[in-house]
């Protein structure tokens, strides 16, 4: 790896982490609420960015179909070989898991693969994106919270945004620039506020809390990356798309993992340890992720 890469790798996360520690000291001083920002994000700026994303022109479907597919078998990979570590851990499932399945595709993710393979690297982790952003607010809502209504989770504004998004991308249906424009507007929002509110979270994590966070900073890109290695040879995945799936499997959790157990009351403490040691941790793993992508 040249010391060029490893510099841009620096210029994405050093960012990313500074926005946290800028919501962490200012809570320390102003304890601010952060509910209402945290309901706004989940059911306007998120759903925004994901239609932004899959109704773009670079978006394509039938040639995203086998990297999809792969996200699939990594997020759902990932979380059965997380289940039993959770157990030895002694640690509440439904708290560990969730981390573990979904990754920081997003505001690491998106960037890496521009970084990687230039505007097709990003559409293409862009469909990944959307898929574990599918399953996040499906499966992933069940299992943080098993009382949480079928109905309700089909009905969120995350669904209805992915279900549009394709429907504009299979379709091919006009897309007006002026609401195209609007809608990125929102959903640029999303990632910096997403992070300050981890920062916010972060003020009240224990120590026993940053314990999880080691554990999940190392299942999260080791289980990716297993999946990965295993389900390389059985997809026929052209050469950009295996690097782009690499990168994907070596991602740390996401932030919207904190998000989520902080609407469903599931330890949010716990979680936001979890997303912040994760992805301090990402400046090991990513790298190793990296270097499988561009072998």
Same mark, same amino acid.
């Given at each position: 790896? $040249? @010391? ?6 620096? %210029? ?13 000291l200012y809570a320390r001083r102003h304890a601010p609420d952060m509910a209402t920002a945290n309901r706004l994000s989940m059911d306007v700026f998120a759903p925004a960015l994901i239609f932004s994303a ?10 995203? /179909? ?6 699939? +078998? ?5 979380? @059965? ?14 708290? !560990? ?12 993710? +998106? ?40 109905? =309700? ?8 945004? $992915? ?7 299979? $379709?091919?249906?006009? /897309? ?6 609007? @809608? ?22 224990? /120590? ?6 080691? @554990? ?6 080791? $289980? ?16 950009? =798309? ?5 990168? !994907? ?8 993992? !904190? ?6 009351? /599931? ?10 040691? %994760?992805?301090?941790?990402?400046? +090991? !793993? ?5 270097? +499988?992508?561009?072998?």
């Amino acid at each position: 790896m $040249t @010391l060029a890469l490893i510099e841009r790798i620096a %210029g994405i996360m050093v960012p990313v982490l500074a926005v946290v520690a800028l919501g962490w000291l200012y809570a320390r001083r102003h304890a601010p609420d952060m509910a209402t920002a945290n309901r706004l994000s989940m059911d306007v700026f998120a759903p925004a960015l994901i239609f932004s994303a899959l109704a773009s022109r670079d978006f394509s479907i039938a040639d995203n /179909r086998w990297l999809m597919l792969a996200s699939v +078998l990594i997020v759902l990979g990932s979380g @059965l070989l997380a289940w039993p570590v959770a157990r030895l851990a002694r640690v509440g499932v439904r708290t !560990f898991v969730p981390p573990m399945m979904f990754n920081n595709c997003g505001n690491m993710g +998106l960037p890496l693969a521009v970084l990687a393979y230039g505007a097709p690297g990003l559409a293409s982790m862009v469909a990944m994106f959307v898929v574990s952003n599918a399953i996040h607010f499906t499966l992933g809502a069940k299992l943080v919270d098993p009382r949480a209504s079928v109905k =309700q989770l089909l009905s969120t504004p995350m669904n209805w945004a $992915t279900a549009a998004g394709f429907a504009i991308a299979a $379709t091919d249906l006009p /897309r007006p620039d002026i609401l195209m424009s609007a @809608l990125k507007l929102l959903g640029d929002a999303l990632i910096p506020l997403m992070l300050f509110s981890l920062g916010v979270r972060m003020v009240s994590v224990s /120590r026993a809390s940053v314990r999880i966070g080691l @554990l999940g900073a190392l299942v999260c890109p080791l $289980t990716g990356l297993a999946v990965a290695l295993a389900i390389d040879s059985l997809l026929p995945l052209p050469d950009a =798309q295996r690097g782009l799936m690499y990168i !994907f499997a070596s991602l740390p959790p996401a932030v919207l993992n !904190f998000m989520v157990a902080e609407r469903y009351g /599931r330890e949010p403490n716990k979680v936001a340890a979890i997303v912040l040691v %994760g992805n301090v941790a990402s400046v +090991l !793993f990513v790298p190793i992720g990296l270097l +499988l992508a561009l072998r």
